[in-house]
């Protein structure tokens, strides 16, 4: 397989000894799918091969990339809690956040996205 800007030898380096102790193969099956949901989110980010029309590379800036890797980690964790509830105890339960701003941050999507200079800001205007 042809090397991409986003394998699990890349998250493991990126996060360091948070996925150190990863068996390895755990990361196969997920790092696919946050590749090609990033690449669809941030199609400003392929840029054409020049000679052939069909051909475009993905081009990430190191805080996509950074963004991709910790949404890949938040991915694998959570596949121990698929209803959202990771523990109990005499206080309740213990949930896990569903919402990702820190991670929109970095990969420039959403409300939290891209700067736009003289855009509207969707999480303080009203739409009608």
């Known amino acids: 397989m042809a090397d991409t800007w986003l394998e699990p030898s890349t998250v493991t380096a990126v996060l360091g000894s948070v ?18 949901w990033v690449e669809d989110k941030r199609k400003d980010l392929l840029v054409g091969d020049g000679g052939d029309p069909e051909v475009f590379t993905f081009t990430p800036t190191p805080q996509v990339v950074l963004g991709a890797a910790f949404l890949v980690w938040r991915t694998y964790d959570r596949r121990r ?20 701003p820190d991670i929109a941050r970095f990969l420039g999507i959403g409300a939290a996205g891209r700067f736009v200079f003289g855009g509207h800001n969707p999480t303080t205007e009203a739409v009608v």
Do not use: F, K, T
Request: glycine share 22%.
């Open 19 to 36: 996925a150190s102790d990863l068996p390895a193969g755990d990361l196969d099956g997920i790092v696919p799918g946050v590749r090609g």
């Open 81 to 100: 809690s698929p209803v959202g509830i990771v523990g109990a105890s005499e206080d309740g339960y213990a949930g896990i956040v569903r919402d990702d």
